[in-house]
């Protein structure tokens, strides 16, 4: 899935393990990563009765239609749960497996966020470099952009002008990440840098071109040398899914019912997409991944710290805040709704619980869900991989200690 173009090597002196360094709390103000479950104890967790009112829920939404795609469950560095509804390729009957491969979307963003961070430790990139030392072409609006407000999406760059269809029809034009923030140099910034908050996809294309021209490696070799490799994360790829392994579905209103409910989306090619949308995984490697990043598996302290600190907007570097069920979360998301697919990863770090959804259909089910974000909460249209991680969370969240009885 990778292309190999080693010519950088981390050195991974000074990783240990930070579990328990971390002692920082949520506030409605500025929310980091909060305790750890490592100060506290817990009961065990029942798996089998866990796993039988998983495997009810997930039933449930298929037998209604309302999910298609996989799920994992980790608590404390385990795999506690894995599930699959639905057909990865309705043409070919083709069901969704536990070890089916989805598109990240979005949430590759952490993943180049630990890539910046990783250089950063080893001296090869400063977060206060500005983005011109890496973009020759970039307008003179953009001189006193750095690294670390490319991270933190407080840039001011603004993507596209285009919604939708329109975007993705746009971006199948493309050839390279770069296209995207090429485009993005040619709109006026949002806010004057560090002023602001505006999420940003061709800010994070910008911090893909860094981590190229830094390790000296493509984007692709770099995660899977220094991340992938480091973390035994052998689902974890980079590049293109093809249509015979998975197949994207929409709700198109031009189609009459019922055959609209399963039209195929037009996938964007991942190729293209760079550090904000290029990777793929199962949902199991996904699942692991907050507990290697906040365990020190992979970053240093500081690092993390920074990681996991709310730089403005609920967004540290590559990871969103909130709260939900008065419960301090650390999640993203990723969704193309031209395409068909949908990701969200949670994680509960008082009990190093993380939960990943990945879904080959994007239809809003008629439902909402609510976030506590800041000061107040967020209502928005709930598609099948949301309400699939809800009711997973509750499932879990039985008790207020987080144990299955």
Not at 12 to 35: E, F, K, R
Not at 48 to 63: C, G, M, Q, S
Not at 196 to 209: D, E, K, Q, V
Not at 368 to 373: D, G, P, Y
Request: charged share 20%; with cysteine; glycine share 8%.
């Amino acid at each position: 899935m990778f292309a190999a173009m080693p010519t950088y090597k981390r050195n991974s002196n000074g990783i240990s393990n930070v579990y328990c360094l971390l002692n920082m709390t949520w506030s409605a103000a500025l929310m980091v990563l909060g305790l750890f479950a490592c100060n506290k104890s817990y009961e065990p967790l029942n798996e089998d009765a866990f796993a039988k009112i998983a495997d009810t829920v997930l039933a449930d939404l298929e037998d209604r239609d309302l999910f298609s795609g996989v799920v994992a469950v980790s608590l404390r560095g385990n795999i506690v749960y894995m599930g699959a509804a639905g057909y990865a390729d309705r043409r070919s009957n083709a069901l969704n497996a536990v070890e089916t491969v989805y598109p990240l979307l979005s949430i590759t963003k952490s993943f180049t966020a630990s890539a910046i961070l990783l250089l950063a430790e080893d001296g090869l990139v400063s977060l206060s470099d500005p983005v011109s030392t890496f973009y020759p072409g970039a307008p003179a609006s953009w001189s006193d952009i750095t690294i670390g407000h490319l991270l933190s999406h407080r840039a001011g760059i603004q993507d596209c002008d285009c919604t939708g269809s329109e975007y993705a029809l746009k971006a199948q034009k493309f050839d390279t990440y770069m296209d995207y923030v090429d485009l993005a140099a040619k709109e006026p910034l949002a806010f004057l840098p560090g002023e602001g908050f505006r999420y940003s996809n061709a800010g994070y294309g910008l911090l893909t071109l860094v981590v190229e021209q830094a390790s000296e490696m493509s984007y692709c070799s770099f995660i899977r040398q220094n991340i992938a490799s480091v973390l035994t994360m052998n689902g974890l790829g980079c590049g293109l899914i093809t249509d015979n392994e998975i197949q994207g579905y929409v709700n198109d209103p031009t189609v009459d019912a019922p055959a609209r409910r399963w039209t195929e989306g037009k996938n964007t090619p991942l190729e293209v997409l760079g550090g904000f949308g290029r990777l793929q995984s199962t949902a199991y490697e996904l699942a692991l991944w907050p507990h290697f990043l906040a365990t020190g598996n992979l970053l240093t302290t500081p690092s993390i710290k920074d990681m996991f600190t709310d730089h403005g907007g609920a967004y540290g570097f590559g990871w969103r805040f909130a709260e939900k069920d008065d419960r301090g979360l650390i999640w993203h998301s990723g969704n193309d709704p031209s395409a068909g697919f949908a990701s969200i990863v949670e994680y509960y770090p008082e009990y190093d619980l993380a939960i990943a959804v990945l879904s080959n259909d994007t239809r809003t089910i008629g439902e909402t869900a609510t976030l506590r974000i800041g000061d107040s909460d967020r209502t928005f249209p709930a598609n099948g991989a949301r309400k699939v991680i809800n009711e997973i969370s509750r499932a879990f969240f039985l008790n207020h200690n987080g144990s299955i009885r």
